[in-house]
């Protein structure tokens, strides 16, 4: 079992600035990637950015140039910078973990850019 607790989140402007974070407990051993995906009201979730356990990203067409994912592995920890953020990044977002098996999910944190 791997548990995720989220952080970060809150109300931004549009082109400022916000860091999410992930912190994970349990059995981390067994973690093969950890991403950030978001659910907009009415839309289904998406992934925003992964980044795997040999260091590989990818990201959204939408965030990429603005969002950078990364990793803390000293504190078992995943970041999503957040810059330049837009309306339409409006969401709460969930941190995952999958290990080849099992997706795991953190509780949500909501994240919204105002105009």
């Known amino acids: 079992q791997v548990q995720l607790v989220e952080s970060g989140g809150g109300l931004v402007q549009a082109g400022g600035s916000l860091r999410l974070a992930c912190a994970a407990s349990?059995?981390?051993?067994?973690?093969?990637?950890m991403g950030w995906y978001r659910q907009a009201p009415g839309k289904q979730r998406e992934l925003v950015a992964r980044?795997?356990?040999?260091?590989?990203?990818n990201y959204a067409d939408s965030v990429k140039g603005r969002f950078t994912i990364s990793r803390d592995n000293a504190k078992n920890t995943v970041y999503l910078q957040m810059n330049d953020p837009k309306p339409e990044d409006t969401a709460v977002y969930y941190c995952?973990?999958?290990?080849?098996?099992?997706?795991?999910w953190g509780q949500g944190t909501q994240v919204t850019v105002s105009s």
């Open positions: 995952n973990a999958y290990d080849l098996v099992h997706n795991y």
């Open positions: 349990g059995s981390i051993f067994s973690i093969n990637a």
């Open positions: 980044i795997t356990s040999s260091g590989s990203t």
